[in-house]
Every structure is written in structure tokens, then in C-alpha cells.
């Protein structure tokens, strides 16, 4: 198969997949969802994806109608029915399936999987950003599906011939990105936004700061304003879409590239990491 999409036990290629009118999502927006890459059928990280998505669900009680350990299987019995090992797996649980109603459905809710082709970038090439002022809900730490903001100021940066964009603060805080984080290097240490509710703490952002740890580079989880994201020495951009990006453009503006060997240093070992766990 080139692509796989799964509802509630039924499987088949996305085109094929349709899904009752009356899920809530259709409705609200209600429900949680994950993802992570996947490289020669080994998912990266997949026990913190699982963690996190049973994590973003208890916080909206919304209830997953299998155990971490029956959706760990699923999901690595399903990456093995695709044409290529290397893929992106995304998964969601909706709050169930009834007439629209803004009180919770009762009973356990839906279970999606969609499975697609794709590569982690090795993230050599540098992109470009813009800034954006983040006027988002105040739950970004919890991975919704009521992702609007994120997918106009995508769009805008897209306009801008721009790969992301930055959301920032009244005040000026940054806090993250539409789709990714972001972070600096400056002074030789890497800044980080603490994991409080205005940012999700990405999966690729803990394994960037362990990386950081391993290879003696300070790390500082304190927020960090536009004025220092724009001289920083570097900038870095995680995901689990593609696991250590950095920025040479902000907003038009030339930025980082004062510590090339450091940045280096921290690329080349995310990579590794991720090839390594990923081995046939």
C-alpha cells in the first residue's frame, strides 16, 4: 500500500476510508491526535508519542477505546502492510460518535490512523521564517485538533515563500511555531520555551535537549523574546516531521549562522540517534 487509513478496526488505502458525519470532530474539532516518523518500519520515539497522545486525551476526558500497549501494536502491525518501511504515522482519538451536542458523547471514542509515504529531512539545508503574533487559545499544550491559527499562519508563511512561522507574544515572547518549535543558540547554550500551557512539548524538543546534555552543550528552558531570536547565534526548528532544522532568514532578515560547528555538532547527533533506532 502506498497510503493507509484506519476507523474504529476497518482498514484500507485514505481514498477508500470515509467516517460516519456524526463524529464529533466533524462538528467540534473534538479530539486529540499524535505523530512521529517512521524509518525502515521502526517508529521513532513511539512509546513518548503514545505517552503524550493518552496525555493530551486525559486532559479533555476524552476516552481512548484501546491501552497504549494494544495501539503500540496496532500501529506497528499496520506500518508493516505499506510498500515502503519509511512513512509518517499520524493517529487520533475523537470523543465519539452522536448527534451534535456540545455535552460529551457518552462511551469510549473513535480511533483514526492515517500512514503516508515520506523522508526526515537531514535538515542540511537551511529555511526561512517569518514571525506571526501568537493569538492562539491558551492550550497549546495540549495537541488538538482545532488547529485554525496554525493552519492560517502556515498558509501565510507559504504566501511568504517562507517553510514555518513563529509565533510570538504580546510582549514579545516566542513561543513556538504553526507546526514545530523553535529554539536559539546563543552563548554557546541552547534556550528553549519552558513547557507551559502556550507551547506543546514536542517529542523532537526533548530528544534535541537531550542531545544538547550528551554533547556537554548548556541547556536554559526559559522563554526568550523576538529581539533575541533575531540576533541569536543560531536557530533551530524541531519536529517530529523532520527531527533538526535551522533558519539562515527571519522575517526577510539574515539570521544565525555564528556557530556553524556547534549547530553541526547538534544536527549530525539527532540524526544519528534517529538513524540508529531506526536500522532494518
Keep these: 500500500m502506498?497510503?493507509?487509513g484506519y476507523y474504529n478496526g476497518k482498514y484500507g488505502e485514505l481514498e477508500d476510508m470515509s467516517i460516519p458525519m456524526n463524529d464529533r470532530v466533524c462538528w467540534f474539532g473534538d479530539g486529540v491526535y499524535d505523530?512521529?516518523?517512521?524509518?525502515?518500519?521502526?517508529?521513532?520515539?513511539?512509546?513518548e508519542h503514545i505517552d503524550r497522545?493518552?496525555?493530551?486525551?486525559?486532559?479533555?476526558?476524552?476516552?481512548?477505546?484501546?491501552?497504549?500497549?494494544?495501539?503500540k501494536?496496532?500501529?506497528?502491525?499496520?506500518?508493516?502492510?505499506?510498500?515502503?518501511?519509511?512513512?509518517?504515522?499520524?493517529?487520533?482519538?475523537?470523543?465519539?460518535?452522536?448527534?451534535?451536542?456540545?455535552?460529551?458523547?457518552?462511551g469510549a471514542g473513535n480511533l483514526w490512523v492515517s500512514l503516508t509515504e515520506a523522508e526526515i529531512s537531514d535538515g542540511i539545508e537551511p529555511i526561512r521564517l517569518i514571525t506571526t503574533e501568537d493569538t492562539?487559545?491558551?492550550?497549546?499544550?495540549?495537541?488538538?485538533?482545532?488547529?485554525?491559527?496554525?493552519?492560517?499562519?502556515?498558509?501565510?508563511?507559504?504566501?511568504?515563500?517562507?517553510?514555518?512561522s513563529v509565533f510570538y507574544r504580546p510582549g514579545g515572547r516566542v513561543t513556538e511555531c504553526a507546526h514545530s518549535n523553535v529554539h536559539i543558540i546563543q552563548d554557546g547554550m541552547?534556550?528553549?520555551?519552558?513547557?507551559?500551557?502556550?507551547?506543546?512539548?514536542?517529542i523532537a524538543r526533548a530528544h534535541l535537549i537531550r542531545a544538547c546534555k550528551n554533547l556537554n552543550i548548556p541547556v536554559n528552558e526559559t522563554a526568550f523574546t523576538l529581539d533575541e531570536l533575531y540576533s541569536a547565534e543560531e536557530v533551530l526548528v524541531t519536529s517530529s516531521s523532520n527531527l533538526?532544522?535551522?533558519?539562515?532568514?527571519?522575517?526577510?532578515?539574515?539570521?544565525?549562522?555564528?556557530?556553524?560547528?556547534?549547530?553541526?555538532?547538534?544536527?549530525s547527533y539527532v540524526l544519528e540517534e534517529f538513524y540508529e533506532a531506526t536500522r532494518p
Excluded at 35 to 45: E, T, V
Excluded at 245 to 250: F, R, V
Design 136 to 164: 492562539r487559545f491558551y492550550h497549546c499544550n495540549i495537541k488538538t485538533l482545532n488547529l485554525i491559527p496554525s493552519v492560517m499562519a502556515s498558509q501565510r508563511a507559504k504566501e511568504a515563500g517562507c517553510q514555518e
Design 190 to 202: 541552547l534556550r528553549t520555551a519552558p513547557t507551559d500551557n502556550l507551547i506543546l512539548p514536542g
Design 244 to 267: 533538526c532544522l535551522h533558519a539562515n532568514e527571519i522575517d526577510g532578515k539574515p539570521v544565525g549562522g555564528k556557530q556553524p560547528e556547534l549547530l553541526e555538532k547538534i544536527r
Design 73 to 106: 501494536d496496532l500501529l506497528n502491525d499496520l506500518v508493516k502492510k505499506m510498500d515502503s518501511g519509511n512513512l509518517f504515522v499520524y493517529f487520533q482519538a475523537t470523543r465519539g460518535t452522536g448527534i451534535r451536542n456540545h455535552v460529551f458523547t457518552e
Design 2 to 4: 502506498k497510503t493507509l
Design 53 to 71: 497522545f493518552f496525555n493530551s486525551a486525559g486532559l479533555l476526558k476524552i476516552k481512548i477505546p484501546v491501552s497504549k500497549q494494544e495501539l
Design 35 to 47: 505523530a512521529g516518523p517512521c524509518r525502515n518500519y521502526h517508529i521513532f520515539a513511539l512509546d
